[in-house]
């Protein structure tokens, strides 16, 4: 953890993110972070929504051909989460909403694989009917994007 | 004195519309290009109503926090962020109208599962999903870019 710290403290990089002036360093980096959990979570609430009774004529297994798309959101996110958390290990770590958030974006990305593979890997072709299982795996979806999101929100305010 | 969590709050409605507004857009335009093609465009843009919904509650929230701090967007002097946002969003609204108006969105309804939507409306799709980026990043750098002319 020190060892950590003190790489990040002293590494050119994140010196570079932390304190450089220009749009291209810590504000890049940021926008990368928002535009991959708007596009994960938005992509994630609408699969949700689809299961939980919203546009039932659609069939539910050609859903599964985003899940490539999301994991780059997933992994965009995580990597430009990464850095900034590295950029700025003591306060993010300290913050009491952090864990809380992380807890959350874990269990939403092991929905993401649950739904891909219990629901969407397992529909028949034409199959538009959502079995039980896939309502409460929908409505556990939502509440753990939101909530990351919520999170995320308020972690600047604690 | 207001609230200390007046503004996290609608920050996060903000985004919780914006969430929402991005992933019909995204799936709706990802469709059209081709990505998870079983899927039939005429109930995929059933969403779309939604989408407009989901616009309003980022609009009335982000009005919201324009108010409690209208510095921050609206300068003086000017946010070139927050221009930019608005220029955009304007494009995306004319991009809209033209999807509509030209009859595409219809053409588009008549793509089936399995089908390809026409070169048009890729191009329409492509347009969109460039400029909804582009709002996220102008949004992402009003506080960045305030004050930076």
């Given at each position: 953890m020190q060892i950590l710290q003190q790489w990040t403290e002293t590494s050119a990089f994140f010196i570079w993110l932390r304190e450089?002036?220009?749009?291209?360093a810590y504000p890049t980096v940021f926008f990368l972070h928002t535009i991959g959990l708007i596009f994960t979570a938005g992509a994630n609430i609408v699969i949700s929504a689809r299961l939980l009774g919203?546009?039932?004529?659609?069939?539910?297994?050609?859903?599964?051909?985003?899940f490539r798309l999301l994991w780059i959101g997933v992994w965009l996110t995580a990597i430009s989460g990464l850095i900034m958390l590295a950029s700025d290990l003591e306060t993010t770590i300290t913050n009491r909403l952090f864990p809380v958030k992380m807890t959350l974006v874990v269990c939403a990305v092991a929905l993401m694989f649950v739904l891909r593979r219990r629901v969407f890997g397992a529909a028949t072709p034409d199959q538009t009917s959502v079995p039980p299982s896939a309502r409460v795996l929908a409505i556990a979806s939502l509440v753990c994007w939101l909530g990351a999101v919520a999170a995320g929100r308020f972690m600047a305010y604690f | 004195m207001k609230a200390w969590w007046i503004v996290p709050v609608w920050k996060t409605l903000h985004y919780f519309a914006i969430a929402a507004l991005a992933g019909i857009v995204g799936l709706v335009d990802l469709r059209i290009f081709g990505v998870a093609k079983g899927l039939p465009l005429r109930p995929l843009q059933r969403l779309m109503p939604w989408a407009v919904v989901a616009f309003a509650v980022a609009a009335a929230s982000g009005y919201a926090l324009l108010r409690i701090n209208p510095a921050n967007s609206l300068g003086p002097p000017v946010n070139v962020a927050f221009a930019g946002k608005v220029l955009f969003l304007l494009l995306i609204g004319l991009n809209d109208i033209l999807y509509f108006a030209t009859g595409l969105k219809r053409q588009v309804d008549g793509?089936?599962?399995?089908e390809n939507a026409s070169a048009s409306a890729k191009i329409v799709a492509g347009v969109s999903l460039a400029l909804w980026a582009g709002v996220v990043y102008w949004s992402r750098m009003l506080t960045f870019l305030a004050g930076a002319i």
């Open positions: 450089s002036p220009s749009i291209w919203a546009a039932p004529a659609l069939p539910l297994a050609p859903f599964a051909r985003f | 793509v089936g599962a399995g």
